[in-house]
């Protein structure tokens, strides 16, 4: 059974800096699409990042030039490095996975595994 879990979310001031990170156990090696998504309260979940089995990466227009996805296969990990955080950045950040190797959509109905989520606060 396949499992992710998110860490690394926390309060910070506008400005700042945080890494997420998303462990996978179970058959991650079945798992070759990665992205990260976000949700604050009363809207709907939406893509942040996305990284195919080749690399191929799609961001948000809202973060891009902020954030960076990245994977360390061996490690079994997918990161967010996200900067110059804005208050409009504050929600619940959900890791997701795909069995298929080229899920690069930010629309969640896409993606067939999640994690939990962690939470980002950024304050002003």
């Known amino acids: 059974q396949v499992q992710l879990v998110e860490s690394g979310g926390g309060s910070v001031q506008a400005g700042g800096s945080l890494r997420l990170s998303c462990v996978v156990s179970g058959y991650s090696d079945r798992l070759h699409s990665w992205g990260w998504f976000r949700q604050s309260p009363g809207k709907e979940r939406e893509g942040v990042a996305t990284?195919?089995?080749?690399?191929?990466?799609n961001y948000a227009d809202s973060v891009l030039g902020r954030f960076t996805i990245s994977k360390d296969i061996d490690e079994k990990t997918l990161y967010l490095h996200m900067y110059s955080l804005q208050r409009e950045d504050t929600a619940m950040y959900y890791c997701?996975?795909?069995?298929?190797?080229?899920?690069?959509?930010?629309?969640?109905?896409?993606?067939?595994?999640w994690g939990q989520g962690t939470q980002v606060a950024v304050s002003s």
């Open positions: 997701a996975a795909d069995p298929r190797p080229d899920i690069s959509s930010l629309l969640p109905g896409f993606w067939q595994y």
């Open positions: 990284i195919t089995k080749v690399g191929s990466i």
